[in-house]
């Protein structure tokens, strides 16, 4: 067999490749979990020189879903009826908490005592 014939027989099974393709059924949407359903990832506390990052890997939400505390020297993380609580490294200042949701990401940034 020539180069040429080898290139032809593979553009020819080339082409029912794509012809096959075609004539599926595009339609047809596959079945995805409920982006509402919280089934939040491991979390993480990264503890800076200044303040105290707490980060859930919480995706298909919106910063209005979550509910944040901080209290006692701990994070707590409520949605749809879940809670996580996380005990954080250094004291901080609740009230200068910073909380924000992007891409999947929950973070919480506050300020230690």
Known sequence: MSEQDDLDRMLTELMNMAQKLFQQDLTTEIPRASPRTFDPQPDEVLDGRDSVTYILHAPGHE??????????????????????????????DGSSAVTDYRNGILS????KK
């Open 108 to 111: 919480v940034r506050v300020k």
């Open 63 to 92: 910063l209005s879903d979550f509910d944040v505390s901080i209290a006692g020297g701990e994070i707590n993380v409520t949605a749809e009826g879940v809670n996580l609580s996380r005990r954080l490294p250094a004291r901080v």
